[in-house]
């Protein structure tokens, strides 16, 4: 089981956040034997679409830029140029063939990992100066894989390599006797299929190295359960940190909240449990609004605000239950408690005018009218 610099199992598959992590730090899943198979396979294939051109080209080379006339050869000044020349014409000849490497090059290694782009790889990191450390990834476990893949690859291709040979051997030996153009087409098109073939031979190592590959990263990747914790706090927070601020919060809204109690028309009470002041205006609302709501403390708290503003205050239980539990703050009131609260308001406004003319104060009959959905245990 793999450990971490802490000495602590990991045990934990990586989450997306670890993974995300490692790629941005460009470790991804590569396997270079898979490249190294690819490109060779390439190659091979790209030599049996393009060999005959190719072969076409170098000849004229040989057979027209190395035919160099008499005068030409006492004329050092000629040199540079002629170079060039024969530089430029070889260069235009294998150019096609080294842009589909080229290509193949940047594409095969995303067959495993997929595309990523990091500069971290290229920082350097002193800790892999260490000497001991370097001794321990020689005999680590992927140090141990290249040796296994390396001794396989010298096995496979020295084998194939044999057989090849002894079986083309006398071929080869044949060459001699054609004429050039043929030798080297006939050389050319062996070599060919030689190269593809043992190219295929490290198909086996790649049977082998891919999967590992895949399970090292994979175990490179996992965490410890204190990693595992560590982040998820850094995701979600400090569980203390989020209670202070969830307080904080709380504390900025309920003083909001109280700023709008001296705005509201009525306060209607349980009369001590619960406590909710409505506002309304006649020509800009569409109803009356709950400017603030609270129970036990929170509604004592409203009740005192609202007697030093002169805020009338109407102990109407079975309405203030229901407008605590089915409003929401700064929100309207529901549509079925209208009647209820029209009746209160009527009364406010009979408060007012009481105030200015004088007279005897009206009674509220407290039964109001509240439908059984938004009725509430009046045990609250």
């Known amino acids: 089981m793999a450990e971490s610099e802490t000495g602590q199992e990991r045990t934990e598959e990586a989450t997306e956040k670890r993974k995300q992590k490692s790629r941005d730090k460009g470790e991804v899943v590569r396997s270079k ?4 198979l690819v490109m060779m396979l390439v190659s091979g294939a790209g030599f049996v679409f393009l060999g005959s051109a190719l072969v076409g080209d170098l000849m004229q080379v040989l057979r027209v830029h190395l035919n160099i006339e008499r005068e030409l050869i006492f004329d ?3 040199y540079p140029g002629l170079l060039f020349e024969t530089l430029q014409f070889s260069i235009f000849a294998v150019m096609p063939l080294f842009i589909l490497l080229a290509l193949v090059a940047i594409i095969a290694p995303m067959a495993l990992g997929g595309w990523t782009f990091s500069v971290k790889p290229l920082q350097p990191e002193f800790k892999k100066m260490d000497p001991v450390k370097g001794m321990g990834r020689v005999f680590s476990l992927k140090g141990l894989m290249e040796l296994v893949k390396a001794l396989a690859k010298f096995l496979l291709v020295g084998a194939v390599t044999y057989f090849l040979l002894k079986n083309n051997l006398e071929g080869f030996f044949s060459l001699g006797n054609e004429s050039l153009e043929q030798g080297i087409a006939r050389m050319g098109e062996e ?9 295929s031979a490290l198909f086996f190592v790649v049977l082998v190295d891919t999967p590992f590959q895949i399970w090292d990263h994979n175990r490179k990747q ?17 569980p203390e940190m989020k209670s202070k601020i969830r307080q904080t919060q709380q504390e900025i809204s309920q003083r909001r909240m109280m700023e709008e109690v001296p705005k509201a028309d009525v306060v209607i009470t349980n009369p001590t449990h619960f406590a909710v002041a409505l506002r309304y205006d006649q020509i800009n609302m569409g109803a009356p609004i709950v400017v603030a709501l609270g129970a036990d403390e929170v ?8 007697l030093a503003n002169d805020v009338p205050l109407l102990s109407a239980p ?12 700064n929100e309207e009131i529901p549509a079925g408690l209208f009647l209820a609260v029209a009746q209160v308001l009527a009364w406010v406004y009979q408060l007012r005018q009481y105030e200015r003319n004088g007279g005897v104060v009206p009674d509220f009959d407290a039964d109001v009218s509240i439908p059984d959905d938004l009725k509430r245990d009046n045990t609250l």
């Open 222 to 238: 996992k965490m410890t359960l204190q990693e595992v914790r560590d982040e998820r706090k850094e995701t979600d927070g400090n």
């Open 33 to 36: 034997e898979l490249t190294t």
């Open 299 to 306: 509604a004592g708290h409203i009740r005192r605000i609202a």
């Open 76 to 78: 050092l000044a000629s």
């Open 318 to 329: 079975p309405l203030a239950r229901s407008l605590y539990f089915n409003c929401e703050l």
């Open 191 to 199: 070599l060919m299929w030689m190269f593809i073939l043992l190219s």
